[in-house]
Protein backbone atom coordinates (compact mmCIF):
# COMPACT_ATOMS: atom_id res chain seq x y z
CA UNK A 1 0.00 0.00 0.00
CA UNK A 2 1.13 3.45 -0.81
CA UNK A 3 2.17 5.29 2.45
CA UNK A 4 -0.67 7.66 4.06
CA UNK A 5 -3.41 6.25 2.01
CA UNK A 6 -6.42 5.30 3.67
CA UNK A 7 -7.12 1.94 2.91
CA UNK A 8 -10.38 0.96 1.66
CA UNK A 9 -11.75 -1.27 4.56
CA UNK A 10 -15.22 -2.37 3.26
CA UNK A 11 -13.56 -3.56 0.02
CA UNK A 12 -10.83 -5.37 1.60
CA UNK A 13 -13.36 -7.29 3.84
CA UNK A 14 -14.76 -9.42 0.60
CA UNK A 15 -12.34 -11.78 1.96
CA UNK A 16 -10.94 -11.63 5.40
CA UNK A 17 -8.46 -14.11 7.73
CA UNK A 18 -10.08 -14.81 10.44
CA UNK A 19 -8.28 -13.97 14.13
CA UNK A 20 -6.99 -16.37 15.90
CA UNK A 21 -5.10 -16.41 18.80
CA UNK A 22 -1.38 -17.33 19.05
CA UNK A 23 -1.37 -17.95 15.18
CA UNK A 24 -2.39 -14.27 13.64
CA UNK A 25 0.34 -12.65 15.52
CA UNK A 26 2.10 -9.62 13.68
CA UNK A 27 4.56 -11.89 11.82
CA UNK A 28 2.23 -14.47 10.20
CA UNK A 29 -0.10 -10.98 9.39
CA UNK A 30 3.16 -9.64 7.77
CA UNK A 31 3.82 -13.17 5.80
CA UNK A 32 -0.21 -12.96 4.60
CA UNK A 33 0.25 -9.13 3.50
CA UNK A 34 3.17 -10.38 1.15
CA UNK A 35 0.81 -13.15 -0.29
CA UNK A 36 -2.30 -10.76 -0.27
CA UNK A 37 -2.38 -7.30 -0.97
CA UNK A 38 -5.56 -7.27 -0.89
CA UNK A 39 -7.34 -9.13 1.93
CA UNK A 40 -8.68 -7.82 5.08
CA UNK A 41 -6.16 -9.51 8.18
CA UNK A 42 -7.33 -9.47 11.57
CA UNK A 43 -5.31 -9.34 14.98
CA UNK A 44 -5.42 -11.68 17.56
CA UNK A 45 -7.66 -11.02 20.03
CA UNK A 46 -6.78 -8.14 22.61
CA UNK A 47 -8.17 -7.92 25.70
CA UNK A 48 -9.71 -4.63 26.90
CA UNK A 49 -8.34 -5.20 30.54
CA UNK A 50 -4.82 -6.02 29.16
CA UNK A 51 -4.64 -2.52 27.21
CA UNK A 52 -6.61 -0.42 29.71
CA UNK A 53 -5.92 -1.89 33.21
CA UNK A 54 -2.66 -3.26 32.15
CA UNK A 55 -1.15 -0.63 30.33
CA UNK A 56 -0.23 -3.49 27.92
CA UNK A 57 0.22 -1.43 25.02
CA UNK A 58 3.20 -2.77 23.36
CA UNK A 59 0.20 -5.58 22.30
CA UNK A 60 -0.96 -3.27 19.41
CA UNK A 61 2.13 -3.41 17.75
CA UNK A 62 2.16 -4.45 14.29
CA UNK A 63 4.28 -3.94 11.03
CA UNK A 64 2.98 -0.91 8.84
CA UNK A 65 2.78 -2.76 5.69
CA UNK A 66 -0.12 -5.06 7.20
CA UNK A 67 -3.02 -2.35 6.43
CA UNK A 68 -5.81 -3.07 5.87
CA UNK A 69 -5.47 -4.63 9.12
CA UNK A 70 -8.27 -4.96 11.94
CA UNK A 71 -7.84 -4.80 15.58
CA UNK A 72 -10.09 -7.00 17.51
CA UNK A 73 -10.93 -6.44 20.84
CA UNK A 74 -12.11 -8.78 23.99
CA UNK A 75 -14.19 -7.23 27.00
CA UNK A 76 -17.48 -6.49 28.12
CA UNK A 77 -17.41 -3.32 30.18
CA UNK A 78 -18.51 -0.38 27.42
CA UNK A 79 -16.17 2.12 29.00
CA UNK A 80 -13.14 -0.36 28.90
CA UNK A 81 -13.76 -1.51 25.54
CA UNK A 82 -14.25 2.48 24.53
CA UNK A 83 -10.95 3.29 25.83
CA UNK A 84 -8.98 0.42 24.26
CA UNK A 85 -10.75 1.07 21.29
CA UNK A 86 -9.39 4.89 21.30
CA UNK A 87 -5.98 2.94 21.75
CA UNK A 88 -6.34 1.13 18.89
CA UNK A 89 -7.59 3.83 16.71
CA UNK A 90 -4.75 5.91 17.90
CA UNK A 91 -2.42 3.31 16.93
CA UNK A 92 -3.28 3.21 13.49
CA UNK A 93 -5.67 0.30 12.95
CA UNK A 94 -8.19 0.16 10.24
CA UNK A 95 -11.11 -1.16 12.16
CA UNK A 96 -12.23 -2.37 15.53
CA UNK A 97 -14.08 -5.56 16.16
CA UNK A 98 -15.49 -7.03 19.15
CA UNK A 99 -15.15 -10.98 19.65
CA UNK A 100 -19.01 -11.80 20.79
CA UNK A 101 -17.92 -15.48 19.67
CA UNK A 102 -14.68 -17.09 21.67
CA UNK A 103 -15.92 -19.62 24.12
CA UNK A 104 -12.73 -20.09 25.91
CA UNK A 105 -12.93 -20.70 29.64
CA UNK A 106 -10.37 -18.17 30.41
CA UNK A 107 -12.28 -15.71 28.13
CA UNK A 108 -15.61 -16.73 29.74
CA UNK A 109 -15.02 -16.29 32.91
CA UNK A 110 -13.99 -12.32 32.33
CA UNK A 111 -17.61 -12.37 30.34
CA UNK A 112 -16.24 -12.02 27.10
CA UNK A 113 -16.34 -13.42 23.58
CA UNK A 114 -19.78 -16.02 22.73
CA UNK A 115 -21.24 -15.80 26.09
CA UNK A 116 -21.55 -12.47 25.15
CA UNK A 117 -24.85 -14.04 22.75
CA UNK A 118 -26.70 -14.04 25.93
CA UNK A 119 -26.94 -10.25 26.47
CA UNK A 120 -27.60 -8.03 23.38
CA UNK A 121 -28.23 -5.46 25.16
CA UNK A 122 -24.70 -5.28 26.89
CA UNK A 123 -23.17 -5.98 23.50
CA UNK A 124 -25.21 -2.80 22.06
CA UNK A 125 -23.57 -0.43 24.78
CA UNK A 126 -20.39 -2.08 24.49
CA UNK A 127 -20.69 -0.81 20.48
CA UNK A 128 -22.15 1.97 21.28
CA UNK A 129 -19.62 3.21 23.44
CA UNK A 130 -16.73 1.54 21.29
CA UNK A 131 -18.19 4.05 18.08
CA UNK A 132 -18.61 7.13 19.95
CA UNK A 133 -14.61 6.71 21.12
CA UNK A 134 -13.46 5.07 17.79
CA UNK A 135 -12.92 7.43 14.75
CA UNK A 136 -12.63 4.04 12.79
CA UNK A 137 -15.41 1.57 11.93
CA UNK A 138 -16.51 -0.50 14.92
CA UNK A 139 -17.61 -4.00 13.69
CA UNK A 140 -18.53 -7.72 15.66
CA UNK A 141 -17.91 -11.20 15.52
CA UNK A 142 -20.57 -13.40 16.74
CA UNK A 143 -21.60 -16.57 16.81
CA UNK A 144 -25.12 -18.03 15.63
CA UNK A 145 -26.35 -18.41 19.47
CA UNK A 146 -24.80 -20.40 22.30
CA UNK A 147 -25.66 -23.70 24.21
CA UNK A 148 -29.70 -24.11 24.16
CA UNK A 149 -30.47 -20.67 22.34
CA UNK A 150 -32.53 -20.79 19.27
CA UNK A 151 -30.38 -19.48 16.50
CA UNK A 152 -33.29 -18.46 14.36
CA UNK A 153 -34.57 -16.68 17.28
CA UNK A 154 -31.49 -14.92 18.77
CA UNK A 155 -29.46 -14.28 16.03
CA UNK A 156 -31.94 -12.02 14.06
CA UNK A 157 -32.90 -10.02 17.38
CA UNK A 158 -29.18 -9.96 18.26
CA UNK A 159 -28.15 -8.21 15.11
CA UNK A 160 -31.43 -5.77 15.41
CA UNK A 161 -29.97 -4.73 18.61
CA UNK A 162 -26.49 -4.19 17.21
CA UNK A 163 -27.69 -2.34 14.34
CA UNK A 164 -29.70 -0.07 16.44
CA UNK A 165 -26.34 1.09 18.03
CA UNK A 166 -24.92 1.68 14.86
CA UNK A 167 -22.81 -1.27 13.66
CA UNK A 168 -23.59 -2.16 10.19
CA UNK A 169 -20.57 -5.10 9.42
CA UNK A 170 -20.40 -8.56 11.14
CA UNK A 171 -18.69 -11.50 10.87
CA UNK A 172 -21.03 -14.60 11.69
CA UNK A 173 -19.10 -17.75 12.68
CA UNK A 174 -22.34 -20.63 10.98
CA UNK A 175 -21.83 -22.53 14.13
CA UNK A 176 -23.26 -22.24 18.23
CA UNK A 177 -20.99 -22.09 20.33
CA UNK A 178 -21.34 -25.33 23.31
CA UNK A 179 -20.11 -23.22 26.59
CA UNK A 180 -20.21 -26.38 28.68
CA UNK A 181 -19.13 -29.74 27.75
CA UNK A 182 -16.64 -28.30 24.55
CA UNK A 183 -12.98 -27.33 24.64
CA UNK A 184 -12.78 -24.21 22.33
CA UNK A 185 -11.07 -26.73 20.21
CA UNK A 186 -14.43 -28.89 19.83
CA UNK A 187 -16.18 -25.90 19.69
CA UNK A 188 -14.32 -25.23 16.31
CA UNK A 189 -15.83 -28.32 14.53
CA UNK A 190 -18.65 -30.15 16.44
CA UNK A 191 -21.50 -27.50 16.64
CA UNK A 192 -22.90 -27.85 13.32
CA UNK A 193 -22.47 -25.15 10.72
CA UNK A 194 -25.53 -23.33 9.59
CA UNK A 195 -24.64 -21.25 6.37
CA UNK A 196 -28.14 -21.35 5.25
CA UNK A 197 -28.74 -19.09 8.41
CA UNK A 198 -26.21 -16.82 7.42
CA UNK A 199 -27.82 -16.43 4.12
CA UNK A 200 -31.00 -15.57 5.60
CA UNK A 201 -29.60 -12.81 7.65
CA UNK A 202 -28.19 -10.69 5.01
CA UNK A 203 -31.65 -11.34 2.93
CA UNK A 204 -33.48 -9.73 6.12
CA UNK A 205 -30.64 -7.70 6.85
CA UNK A 206 -30.11 -6.36 3.32
CA UNK A 207 -28.33 -2.78 4.55
CA UNK A 208 -26.09 -4.67 6.87
CA UNK A 209 -22.59 -5.80 5.93
CA UNK A 210 -22.53 -9.51 6.32
CA UNK A 211 -19.33 -11.78 6.44
CA UNK A 212 -19.65 -15.98 6.54
CA UNK A 213 -17.17 -17.75 8.45
CA UNK A 214 -16.32 -21.31 9.53
CA UNK A 215 -15.14 -24.24 7.62
CA UNK A 216 -14.75 -22.48 4.23
CA UNK A 217 -11.64 -24.18 3.07
CA UNK A 218 -11.13 -22.96 -0.29
CA UNK A 219 -11.28 -19.96 -2.33
CA UNK A 220 -14.17 -21.55 -4.57
CA UNK A 221 -16.49 -21.83 -1.56
CA UNK A 222 -15.62 -18.01 -0.78
CA UNK A 223 -16.59 -17.43 -4.82
CA UNK A 224 -20.02 -19.34 -3.91
CA UNK A 225 -20.61 -17.43 -0.56
CA UNK A 226 -20.11 -14.14 -2.61
CA UNK A 227 -22.10 -15.29 -5.66
CA UNK A 228 -25.05 -15.96 -3.41
CA UNK A 229 -25.45 -12.12 -2.14
CA UNK A 230 -22.62 -12.54 1.03
CA UNK A 231 -20.59 -9.40 1.29
CA UNK A 232 -17.42 -11.14 2.57
CA UNK A 233 -16.21 -14.32 3.66
CA UNK A 234 -13.55 -14.49 6.60
CA UNK A 235 -11.31 -17.73 6.45
CA UNK A 236 -9.28 -19.10 9.16
CA UNK A 237 -7.88 -22.26 9.71
CA UNK A 238 -7.37 -22.65 6.04
CA UNK A 239 -5.51 -19.65 5.46
CA UNK A 240 -3.52 -20.77 8.11
CA UNK A 241 -2.36 -24.31 7.38
CA UNK A 242 -2.46 -23.74 3.41
CA UNK A 243 -1.66 -19.91 2.82
CA UNK A 244 -0.78 -20.16 -0.38
CA UNK A 245 -4.03 -22.56 -1.81
CA UNK A 246 -5.95 -18.97 -0.16
CA UNK A 247 -3.91 -16.44 -0.19
CA UNK A 248 -1.98 -16.49 -3.45
CA UNK A 249 -4.84 -16.15 -5.86
CA UNK A 250 -6.92 -14.20 -3.77
CA UNK A 251 -6.23 -10.96 -5.23
CA UNK A 252 -7.04 -11.91 -8.78
CA UNK A 253 -9.99 -14.01 -8.05
CA UNK A 254 -11.64 -12.00 -5.80
CA UNK A 255 -10.81 -8.26 -6.12
CA UNK A 256 -9.87 -8.73 -9.93
CA UNK A 257 -6.16 -7.34 -9.23
CA UNK A 258 -3.51 -8.66 -11.12
CA UNK A 259 -0.57 -9.30 -8.61
CA UNK A 260 0.49 -12.83 -8.33
CA UNK A 261 3.30 -13.62 -6.66
CA UNK A 262 4.16 -17.56 -5.72
CA UNK A 263 5.72 -18.92 -2.27
CA UNK A 264 9.17 -19.22 -3.37
CA UNK A 265 9.38 -15.40 -3.81
CA UNK A 266 7.16 -14.73 -0.77
CA UNK A 267 9.58 -16.88 1.53
CA UNK A 268 12.82 -14.97 -0.12
CA UNK A 269 10.87 -11.90 0.67
CA UNK A 270 10.46 -12.92 4.35
CA UNK A 271 14.50 -13.05 4.34
CA UNK A 272 14.54 -9.06 5.47
CA UNK A 273 12.20 -9.30 7.60
CA UNK A 274 13.77 -12.33 9.71
CA UNK A 275 16.92 -10.04 10.13
CA UNK A 276 15.09 -7.18 11.17
CA UNK A 277 13.91 -9.29 13.69
CA UNK A 278 17.06 -11.53 14.99
CA UNK A 279 18.85 -8.11 15.17
CA UNK A 280 15.96 -6.59 17.35
CA UNK A 281 16.57 -9.68 19.48
CA UNK A 282 14.25 -11.93 18.50
CA UNK A 283 13.89 -15.35 17.41
CA UNK A 284 13.95 -17.04 14.14
CA UNK A 285 11.24 -19.57 15.11
CA UNK A 286 8.70 -16.88 16.19
CA UNK A 287 8.80 -15.99 12.93
CA UNK A 288 9.28 -19.43 10.89
CA UNK A 289 6.48 -21.51 12.58
CA UNK A 290 3.85 -19.41 10.57
CA UNK A 291 5.55 -20.32 7.15
CA UNK A 292 5.29 -23.66 7.86
CA UNK A 293 2.64 -24.49 5.31
CA UNK A 294 3.78 -22.20 2.38
CA UNK A 295 4.40 -25.31 0.15
CA UNK A 296 1.70 -27.60 1.36
CA UNK A 297 0.72 -30.20 -0.80
CA UNK A 298 4.19 -29.72 -3.19
CA UNK A 299 7.13 -31.99 -3.18
CA UNK A 300 9.75 -31.43 -0.63
CA UNK A 301 7.30 -29.98 1.63
CA UNK A 302 7.51 -32.18 4.40
CA UNK A 303 11.46 -31.61 4.04
CA UNK A 304 10.68 -27.77 4.44
CA UNK A 305 8.56 -28.32 7.61
CA UNK A 306 11.01 -30.44 9.44
CA UNK A 307 14.16 -28.44 8.27
CA UNK A 308 12.39 -26.08 10.13
CA UNK A 309 10.94 -27.20 13.01
CA UNK A 310 13.54 -28.74 13.92
CA UNK A 311 16.45 -26.58 13.74
CA UNK A 312 14.53 -22.87 13.87
CA UNK A 313 14.83 -22.95 17.46
CA UNK A 314 17.95 -23.84 18.24
CA UNK A 315 20.12 -20.62 19.47
CA UNK A 316 22.16 -18.57 16.33
CA UNK A 317 19.32 -20.18 13.94
CA UNK A 318 19.62 -17.25 11.15
CA UNK A 319 17.41 -16.67 7.57
CA UNK A 320 20.51 -19.07 6.10
CA UNK A 321 17.58 -22.14 7.73
CA UNK A 322 15.59 -20.74 5.88
CA UNK A 323 17.54 -21.01 2.26
CA UNK A 324 18.65 -24.42 2.94
CA UNK A 325 15.13 -25.23 3.60
CA UNK A 326 14.44 -23.57 0.55
CA UNK A 327 16.62 -25.91 -1.61
CA UNK A 328 14.54 -28.81 -0.97
CA UNK A 329 10.91 -27.54 -2.24
CA UNK A 330 12.86 -26.12 -5.13
CA UNK A 331 15.31 -28.82 -5.25
CA UNK A 332 11.82 -31.12 -5.41
CA UNK A 333 10.36 -28.36 -8.01
CA UNK A 334 13.19 -29.05 -10.70
CA UNK A 335 14.00 -33.08 -10.28
C1 LIG B 1 -5.98 -21.25 17.03
C2 LIG B 1 -7.25 -20.46 16.91
C3 LIG B 1 -7.40 -19.31 17.66
C4 LIG B 1 -8.57 -18.53 17.54
N1 LIG B 1 -8.66 -17.34 18.22
C5 LIG B 1 -9.72 -16.52 17.99
C6 LIG B 1 -9.76 -15.21 18.52
O1 LIG B 1 -8.83 -14.72 19.17
N2 LIG B 1 -10.88 -14.45 18.27
C7 LIG B 1 -11.92 -14.93 17.52
O2 LIG B 1 -12.91 -14.22 17.30
N3 LIG B 1 -11.91 -16.17 17.00
C8 LIG B 1 -10.83 -16.96 17.19
N4 LIG B 1 -10.78 -18.18 16.58
C9 LIG B 1 -11.88 -18.59 15.70
C10 LIG B 1 -11.62 -18.17 14.27
O3 LIG B 1 -11.55 -16.78 14.15
C11 LIG B 1 -12.73 -18.70 13.34
O4 LIG B 1 -13.95 -18.12 13.72
C12 LIG B 1 -12.87 -20.22 13.40
O5 LIG B 1 -11.61 -20.85 13.33
C13 LIG B 1 -13.76 -20.74 12.25
O6 LIG B 1 -13.23 -20.39 11.00
P1 LIG B 1 -12.38 -21.46 10.11
O7 LIG B 1 -13.22 -22.71 10.04
O8 LIG B 1 -12.21 -20.80 8.78
O9 LIG B 1 -11.10 -21.70 10.84
C14 LIG B 1 -9.62 -18.96 16.69
C15 LIG B 1 -9.45 -20.12 15.93
C16 LIG B 1 -8.28 -20.87 16.03
C17 LIG B 1 -8.11 -22.11 15.17
Known sequence: MVENEKP?????????????????????????RLMSGETLLYTEMVTAPALVRGGAVHLLDYNPEEHPVALQLGG???E??????????????????????CPSDRV?????????????????????????????????????????????????????????????????HARKAWLKGLSPKENRDIPP??????????????????????????LE???????????????????????SDILLGADRRIYGV??????????????PYIERHLSAGGKLNQVTRHMMGLFAGRPG???WRRTLSERATRPGAGPELVEEALGHVSGAAAA
Not at 10 to 20: C, D, E, Q, V
Not at 124 to 144: G, H, Y
Open 80 to 101: ELAAASRLGAAAGYDEINLNVG
Open 76 to 78: SDP
Open 108 to 172: QSGTFGAVLMKTPDLVADCVAAMAEASPVEVTVKCRIGVDDQEPRDVLPAFLEKIRAAGVTRITI
Open 8 to 32: NVLRAARLSIAPMMDWTDRHCRYLH
Open 301 to 303: ARA
Open 193 to 218: LDYALVHEMKTAFADMHISINGGIAT
Open 258 to 271: DRETDAETVAHSML
Open 221 to 243: EAEQHLAAGLDGVMIGRAAYHNP
